[in-house]
């Protein structure tokens, strides 16, 4: 799966990208993660994006036209159909783990970085298909909501976690359930004991034990997931 990367802070993107499991599904040719900078497409000689806004008021806006010749230049490189174009914005539907999985049936995504006041509303308009949000609070750019984006729908294409069962365990995976504590050597940790049941060699019972557990902490602490 292809992330293509509208920003004018390519270098946060592939850094972050580069890293743990998200940097191994790269190697491997599971995901590629193409940050493209959007100030290579300013026509002016000072490299200018952004521009302030008519009607007046505080801060700039970021200019339509290098982010429309940044999104034609991406498109040359893609496949027959056009990919959904996405911008990362307060705006958006607040990402979930089914919008993530919807997102992992695709082939190539285009993300767009938002920063200063946003974009020019006639970019919008003229070639985002989603807006979609990491949270109900403001980010200084879109680049850490890119990359929250591309983690979750990432560790969903097949063969990016090793074991294809790892993420259906998981917490949001089956019917809005936490997932349950987990435990490690050694058995006793400042006095605190892990559960006898996982110790017991049981798998049936571990596997109850483990699902009432997911039930109770997600009462517990998300009671709003089942609502
Ligand atoms: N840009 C600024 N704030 C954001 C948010 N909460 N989600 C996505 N993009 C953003």
């Not at 190697?27 to 959007?38: C, D, Q, S, T």
């Not at 919807?102 to 946003?118: A, V």
């Not at 200084?140 to 090793?162: M, N």
Request: charged content about 20%; aromatic content about 6%; hydrophobic content about 40%.
């Amino acid at each position: 799966m292809i992330f293509h990367v509208l920003t004018l802070f390519p270098e946060m993107i592939r850094e972050a990208a580069s890293h743990s499991i998200l940097g191994r599904a790269a190697k491997a040719g599971l995901i590629e993660v193409n940050a493209v900078n959007i100030r290579d497409f300013a026509v002016n000689k000072h490299g200018q994006v952004d521009d302030a806004p008519y009607g007046g008021g505080a801060g700039m806006v970021m200019m339509a036209q290098p982010i429309y010749d940044a999104y034609q230049h991406i498109l040359q490189n893609t496949s027959d159909q056009t990919p959904p174009v996405i911008y990362l914005s307060p705006q958006g539907r607040v990402l979930t783990q089914p919008i993530a999985q919807e997102l992992s049936q695709q082939k190539e995504l285009i993300l767009i970085c938002g920063h200063y006041e946003g974009l020019d509303e006639r970019i919008i308009e003229e070639i985002v298909t989603d807006e979609i949000s990491i949270g109900n609070y403001v980010l200084t750019g879109g680049e850490p909501a890119a990359l929250v984006l591309i983690d979750a729908v990432s560790r969903l294409v097949q063969g990016v976690l090793g074991k294809e069962a790892s993420h259906q365990d998981e917490s949001f995976s089956t019917e809005n359930l936490l997932e349950y504590p987990h435990y490690t050597r050694p058995p006793i940790f400042r006095g605190r004991e892990v559960p006898e049941i996982l110790l017991s060699g049981h798998h049936g019972k571990i596997a109850e034990w483990r699902q009432e557990q997911s039930i109770k902490r997600t009462q517990a602490k998300r009671p709003d997931l089942n609502q």
